[in-house]
């Protein structure tokens, strides 16, 4: 598969003048792109060991995404972090990585510094300002020379999440990450002719799609942050075609006033979480030529593996709603199955976990040889999702290995009991999760973000054994404003299982 390298190098010498990347009001042809990188992979490769681990910490910009392209092409491994989290938590994931230098952007400079003083072997911070001028601070490891020639080597470490533990550095090489890519853009049918809004953060797994619109020579806008109004505003400036949400983001999008008045925008893709019928109805409602696509990914697969098609979705509207619950079918690439325990495929329609095998796969968890290969079986990832697939090939979840509760010695799908409970009128948002119990190994637990007026506990547990097993009726219910979600719109039972105690 391609490096990175070689992208930028073969797309700037077949479309040179044509706009790669668009910032509010700055852009850069692929020429222009190109060699600000290559400028960049000379101040890295001056300044940084072979090898040498990089944090990135900073919001979406016109810079950010060079370096996301400049540390790998000389053959270092770029850190991603997360500009939400604490200082703490940073602290840790450079720790975890061993990370000597950290990139920061506007806003994170005085963060960046800090991290340099409290960590020993951090001695040096790049920044770069809204002018594009880089510096190198605290004392630079100047190297000697600079080849200039693409370096193989590098790549990308996501950290995850840390939904149900401590973060992992999840090891990405450039020809997985192209692999996904291509792989996503194979599964989609987008290509030269798409202008794409991306919004999401890029210090999460969705960066992985860049390359890809590189690749073919689409059109990339980035945005800071994603606010609704600016988004109607860029679309409509730029003729965007196509955008890369979170579900919250599109609820938003949908339910905007301009959201009609999108004539150029054509795709719609998220993931994360599934999306309500009344959501995807008013999509294709208001503009019936939307193409809506739900991909199912996790940063160990380098982003989705499973995506439920535009035809899904007109089917849900067209009467068959349950399709919705449904995470699709493979992407090219991917090959995908569901096994138990002993790594045996299960009998359709049967619940097992999602094992899954291809080129866009991680290289392996930075610096933990043993999770690796728990993880990585015989060249199967082991997801930790349970799943069943139905007779029309449509793998539905049914729960994450490790959320799954076992109470009173029979298991608890999490899902299933959050799909009953989610169909209350009085529900807006429901989380359902398992705590330790001495009489039942594990009780049942919801918390609930109730619409206007009362709920109370008695009526939901009432509710839910309409349709429920009484062992699956949560002995708890816990009414929340809101409920923790990351930046990818997941929620984060962890914290809520703190709160519960």
Not at 30 to 53: D, K
Not at 306 to 332: F, K, T, Y
């Amino acid at each position: 598969m391609l490096t990175f390298r070689q992208v930028l190098d073969s797309t700037a010498a077949r479309l040179p003048s044509k706009t790669a990347l668009v910032d509010g009001e700055r852009s850069q042809t692929f020429a222009a792109y190109r060699r600000s990188v290559l400028t960049l992979v000379g101040l890295v490769e001056r300044a940084c060991a072979p090898g040498a681990r990089i944090g990135l910490l900073g919001r979406n910009s016109l810079e950010h995404t060079h370096a996301l392209w400049a540390v790998p092409c000389a053959g270092r491994m770029l850190t991603m972090l997360n500009y939400r989290l604490h200082e703490k938590e940073l602290r840790a994931i450079l720790a975890d990585a061993g990370a000597t230098t950290v990139i920061a952007g506007p806003g994170y400079h005085e963060v960046a510094e800090s991290l340099s003083r409290d960590l020993e072997v951090l001695d040096q911070v790049i920044t770069y300002d809204e002018n594009g001028e880089w510096t190198i601070h605290r004392g630079p490891k100047v190297m000697p020379g600079s080849s200039n020639e693409a370096e193989p080597g590098g790549g990308w470490i996501f950290y995850t999440s840390g939904t149900t533990g401590e973060p992992k550095g999840v090891v990405l090489t450039q020809s997985s990450v192209m692999s996904a890519a291509v792989s996503y853009l194979l599964g989609t049918g987008l290509g030269a002719h798409e202008s794409v809004l991306m919004p999401l953060p890029l210090c999460h797994i969705v960066a992985h799609l860049l390359p890809g619109f590189f690749l073919v020579g689409a059109t990339v806008a980035v945005d800071p942050d994603f606010d609704p109004d600016r988004f109607m505003q860029t679309c409509q400036r730029l003729g965007i075609t196509t955008s890369i949400l979170a579900p919250i983001m599109l609820r938003r999008v949908v339910a905007h006033r301009q959201f009609a008045s999108l004539e150029a925008l054509r795709n719609l893709g998220y993931g994360g979480a599934p999306v309500e019928i009344a959501t995807v109805a008013t999509a294709l409602e208001v503009r019936p030529q939307i193409r809506l696509f739900q991909g199912l990914g996790m940063t160990e697969t380098d982003g989705t593996y499973l995506m439920l098609s535009p035809e899904d979705h007109w089917c849900a509207v067209n009467g068959d709603s349950q399709i919705l619950q449904s995470v699709g079918r493979a992407l090219p690439f991917a090959q995908v199955r569901i096994v138990d325990d002993h790594g045996n495929p299960v009998a359709e329609g049967a619940i097992g976990e999602l094992v899954v095998s291809g080129p866009q796969i991680m290289a392996g968890y930075w610096g933990h040889p043993s999770l690796t290969a728990q993880t990585l079986v015989d060249g199967w990832l082991r997801t930790g999702d349970l799943a069943r697939r139905d007779d029309d090939g449509l793998t539905y979840l049914a729960d994450r290995k490790k959320d799954m509760i076992i109470s009173g010695g029979l298991n608890v799908y999490c899902l299933e009991v959050e799909n009953v409970l989610a169909k209350h009128p009085q529900v807006a948002e429901v989380a359902v999760f398992g705590v330790a119990d001495a009489e039942w190994g594990e009780r049942v637990v919801a918390a609930v973000v109730p619409t206007a007026g009362g709920l109370t506990e008695a009526e939901l547990r009432a509710y839910a054994r309409e349709s429920l097993a009484g062992f699956k009726i949560p002995k708890q219910v816990v009414v929340v404003d809101g409920l923790p979600r990351n930046a990818m719109g997941k929620v984060l039972k962890s914290q809520l299982r703190r709160l519960v105690g």
